[in-house]
C-alpha cells in the first residue's frame, strides 16, 4: 500500500483543500482489500460495492472473459481513491449532485465535468502504481 499526497495522486484537485491527506493508505486491487477500504472510508457505498462485485463475476463466468472483474476493480479503485481523500469526495460529490439537479444542459456539463476531471484524476492515480 501506498500513500498518497494532498488531493488525487499526489495533487490537489481543483477546488480542494491543499491539505486533502488520505483518510488510510492506497488498498492493494484486490477485492477483498477494496471492501476493507469501502467499509472505512465509505461504508454507505458497501451494499453497491457488494452488488457490483458479484455482477462482475456473474458477467465474467457468462461470457468466459476476465474483463468484467478488472473492469469492476479499477472502477472500485478509483472511487474508493476519490473517498481516501475527504475534500476531493466532497467536490466530487457536490458536482454530482448540483449535475442532477442542473436546469440547463450547459450548467449539468459544466458540473459533469468537474466530476469526471477528479474521477480521471484517481483512475490515473491507482493505474500509475
Avoid: F, N
Wanted: proline share 7%.
Amino acid at each position: 500500500m501506498s500513500r498518497g499526497g494532498a488531493g488525487v495522486g499526489g495533487v490537489p484537485v481543483k477546488g480542494t483543500a491543499e491539505g486533502d491527506w488520505p483518510l488510510i493508505p492506497r488498498p492493494e486491487r484486490t477485492p477483498g482489500a477494496l471492501h476493507a477500504a469501502c467499509a472505512v472510508v465509505a461504508p454507505r457505498l458497501l451494499t453497491v460495492y457488494d452488488q457490483a462485485k458479484d455482477q462482475a463475476l456473474a458477467t465474467a463466468v457468462q461470457h468466459g472473459s476476465l474483463k468484467p472483474v478488472h473492469a469492476y476493480l479499477d472502477h472500485w479503485a478509483a472511487l474508493i481513491e476519490i473517498e481516501r481523500h475527504p475534500e476531493t469526495a466532497k467536490t466530487y460529490h457536490r458536482a454530482e449532485y448540483l449535475a442532477h439537479v442542473s436546469t440547463t444542459p450547459d450548467e449539468a456539463r459544466g458540473h459533469l465535468t468537474t466530476a469526471s476531471g477528479i474521477y480521471r484524476a484517481a483512475a490515473e492515480a491507482v493505474r500509475a502504481e
